[in-house]
DNA sequence: CGTTCGGCTTGATGCCCGTCAAGGACGGAA
DNA sequence: TTCCGTCCTTGACGGGCATCAAGCCGAACG
């Protein structure tokens, strides 16, 4: 049995050797929620594996008080990726919103491997190139007409068929964030459903009863 | 003189001999306002280097008539670098907006460079950590509070210090979509921009007046 | 057991902004 | 010149969603 980071996408496609070779850079951490793994304009140490958990991740603004959340982050995702490439600084803010545990890889180390292994490069290109299709899908949400409407998109990936379920991984206030909605409107929203009869929920399991 | 292409952030670190290399592969066509260089789900050719005029990305979504808009690409920026080893179709459908040039690489050819230079995968991985950072900028800024807001984001970004002045490269229905809101709703708030005295508009000319 | 606290729901109110509609400004073509 | 198309602006209207406020429920704790 493999540790359970290899299976996150950015190492998928590398070989056991590789994997072998990369663990002995990996440092493990462990998170309280609400506990705060690094902060925005923090400088990049180099980027992590989130194991087990779940963390959000957010973006401070002009707005005094309003912190859009830019994805939340959930096993066995990899994350802050980006940073290191492209700058000094952490471009968000990664917060825990339940118990986490997280494996780090310092930068400096990382790079090297990059550069000696050009399957390794391939590799990380191509995690690069799906995280660009999230961040694509996430825009087309948020600029999708109503929040209602965000909703249903994201449940029909959630629940891909009618009978499926989902027991939610995060706070409903959490999963708001991440549909750009407050509380209160997805709670409206869900009821809406509901009625319906197209949705049952029980406390944070969702289940799907008829087509969206 | 180098040829324009080379200006772009993805070959900014590249060698001269590395230039050449790949001038080789270039590819010129011009398009007209309202052509489209490809559709979302096309298969994926190769990617692009925009050299003059304006492009924009757009999205189709679920409810018909909606098409979001991705970016808007400016001289002189590269595109669909993701597609290309991310999957085998490209993730939008690219329209000029003006009278535009662009230089096609082919796929293929493209991928043996990546493979044979060490640093031009790096460079490729730091082209698509900007791109990461466009669209988190993005995210931020279709969450972020009012379009009024959004625009105001903007502004600072495009007019960075009173007195600034700025020519559109595209119609003012370019950049409402691009913002995330109709013209309308940018004409309204250019107006209401005007009135406090911060921001003077001739034509497709801004010129930043005050503290935004 | 009672208390407290956080997550969640529900109601009332107001504003922002999208939609629809009409009209002005400008440029190109006959 | 006149006609026509595009871009842009302005007004009126309505709905969706955020905000504020109150209350319910379950869990943790003394």
Redesign the interface.
């Known amino acids: 049995m493999q540790p359970a980071w290899t299976q996150a996408p950015l190492f998928a496609s590398l070989t056991p050797s590789q994997q072998a070779q990369l663990e002995r850079l990996a440092v493990t951490r462990k998170l309280e929620p609400g506990e705060t793994l690094f902060f925005e304009e923090d400088a990049c140490t180099g980027f992590f594996v989130l194991v087990a958990g779940a963390i959000q991740l957010t973006?401070a603004?002009?707005?005094p008080g309003?912190h859009?959340?830019?994805a939340v982050i959930l096993p066995v995702q990899s994350f802050a990726?980006?940073?290191?490439?492209?700058?000094e600084a952490f471009?968000?803010t990664a917060t825990a919103v339940q118990p986490s545990q997280v494996i780090h890889f310092p930068k400096a180390a990382f790079l090297g491997a990059?550069?000696?292994d050009?399957d390794f490069?391939?590799a990380?290109?191509?995690a690069?190139?799906?995280?660009?299709?999230r961040?694509?899908t996430?825009?087309?949400q948020?600029?999708?007409?109503g929040s209602g409407?965000r909703l249903r998109?994201w449940l029909r990936q959630q629940l891909p068929k009618p009978g499926a379920r989902y027991a939610l991984p995060m706070p409903k206030k959490t999963l708001a964030a991440q549909l750009?909605m407050t509380p209160e409107t997805l709670s409206r929203s869900l009821r809406s459903l509901q009625e319906e009869g197209l949705l049952a929920v029980e406390g944070r399991t969702l289940h799907r009863l008829g087509e969206l």
Do not use: K
């Open positions: 973006r603004s002009d707005q309003a859009p959340t830019l990726e980006a940073a290191m490439f492209g700058g471009p968000a990059l550069r000696d050009p490069a391939l990380v290109i191509h690069q190139a799906v995280w660009l299709r961040l694509a996430r825009v087309q948020l600029a999708g007409v409407d998109n750009g």
